[in-house]
Nanobody
Framework: QVQLVESGGGLVQAGDSLRLSCAAS????????MGWFRQAPGKEREFVTA????????YYADSVKGRFTVSRDNAKNTVYLQMNSLKPEDTAVYYC????????????????WGQGTQVTVSS
């Protein structure tokens, strides 16, 4: 069992940066691929980024490529999402997720989900 707790969301202006964190419980964190998803009001949840268990492979949605960076610290059981050059369209609840296979995360399948953290970007 893995529990995920996100933090770091907030209200920022367009062009600002935020760093989200996702702290995981459990001793098997390093065996899971981790990902971030987001859901804007009235829209379906969408894939943002994923990182393999080792951190050696990362994947991004086209909408965030070049602006967002995912990383992980397996010693701290934490995955991060650095978000730069934020845009109003990045406004959403951001969810952390875990799955044993990176490719499954990319397709939206996760074994575990966090409760989400709100990111609001004003214009």
């Amino acid at each position: 069992q893995v529990q995920l707790v996100e933090s770091g969301g907030g209200l920022v202006q367009a062009g600002d940066s935020l760093r989200l964190s996702c702290a995981a419980s459990g001793r098997t964190f390093s065996t899971y691929a981790m990902g971030w998803f987001r859901q804007a009001p009235g829209k379906e949840r969408e894939f943002v980024t994923a990182i393999s268990w080792s951190g050696g492979n990362t994947y991004y949605a086209d909408s965030v490529k070049g602006r967002f960076t995912v990383s992980r610290d397996n010693a701290k059981n934490t995955v991060y999402l650095q978000m730069n050059s934020l845009k109003p369209e990045d406004t959403a609840v951001y969810y952390c997720a875990a799955h044993g296979m990176t490719m499954r995360l990319r397709s939206g399948v996760a074994d575990y989900w966090g409760q989400g953290t709100q990111v609001t970007v004003s214009s």
